[in-house]
T-cell receptor, first 114, second 113 residues
Framework: DTGVSQDPRHKITKRGQNVTFRCDPI?????LYWYRQTLGQGPEFLTY????????KSRLLSDRFSAERPKGSFSTLEIQRTEQGDSAMYLC????????????FGPGTRLTVL | GNSVTQMEGPVTLSEEAFLTINCTYT??????LFWYVQYPGEGLQLLLK?????DKGSNKGFEATYRKETTSFHLEKGSVQVSDSAVYFC????????????FGTGTRLLVSP
């Protein structure tokens, strides 16, 4: 299966700790997106990369959040000094510019902050 | 801003019943419209899409028609199965500028035998 993969699938951490999530997009996809989904809600956009450039960030992405996509391949999302309100499912999606830009989603990383 | 409104769930149906899940949108311009499905324990999967007015997207017996005049993209299926039980998300994406998806809150479908 060559779909979008995310690691870890689940993360439990204590408030104040830092966490990092990884996303591996579909190999030829040059666009990569991070979304956050809380219980009972639809996913909300966090940030977007085209190749290695981070072109858009949501106001939801506070200074404690940082995302990178070195070399335009995999991406990492780091949350520093986690808070209980950060508990959510973090979703990664990728798309190929020009291929009607359909976004394909990974299985997500569920974060629980105690 | 751009937004999507879906009917609240859960929608509870018996197998072989007809399904409609309502979705309306607000957008400045003409977006592409999508239905994504999330099965229990799985990630979001694209179910169908339509990129312009009057287009009909279809997949796995589901269909939805892009209605510009009513700003709607209702999901329908003629005969649901137990395996269709999932959460369904309607979403839009503007076709100019930045390409993020804007999702509705999701509608849970429960199909009983």
């Amino acid at each position: 299966d060559t779909g979008v993969s995310q690691d870890p699938r689940h993360k439990i951490t204590k408030r104040g700790q830092n966490v990092t999530f990884r996303c591996d997009p579909i190999s030829e996809h040059n666009r990569l997106y991070w979304y956050r989904q809380t219980l009972g809600q639809g996913p909300e956009f966090l940030t977007y990369f085209q190749n290695e450039a981070q072109l858009e960030k949501s106001r939801l992405l506070s200074d404690r959040f940082s995302a990178e996509r070195p070399k335009g391949s995999f991406s990492t999302l780091e949350i520093q000094r986690t808070e209980q309100g950060d508990s959510a499912m973090y979703l990664c999606a990728s798309s190929l510019e020009g291929d009607s830009d359909t976004q394909y989603f990974g299985p997500g990383t569920r974060l629980t902050v105690l | 801003g751009n937004s999507v409104t879906q009917m609240e769930g859960p929608v509870t149906l018996s197998e072989e019943a007809f399904l409609t899940i309502n979705c309306t949108y607000t957008a400045t311009g003409y977006p592409s419209l999508f239905w994504y499905v999330q099965y229990p324990g799985e990630g979001l999967q694209l179910l169908l899409k339509a990129t312009k007015a009057d287009d009909k997207g279809s997949n796995k017996g589901f269909e939805a028609t892009y209605r510009k005049e009513t700003t709607s993209f209702h999901l329908e299926k003629g005969s649901v199965q137990v395996s269709d039980s999932a959460v369904y998300f309607c979403a839009l994406r503007m076709n100019t500028g930045f390409q993020k998806l804007v999702f509705g809150t999701g509608t849970r479908l429960l199909v009983s035998p």
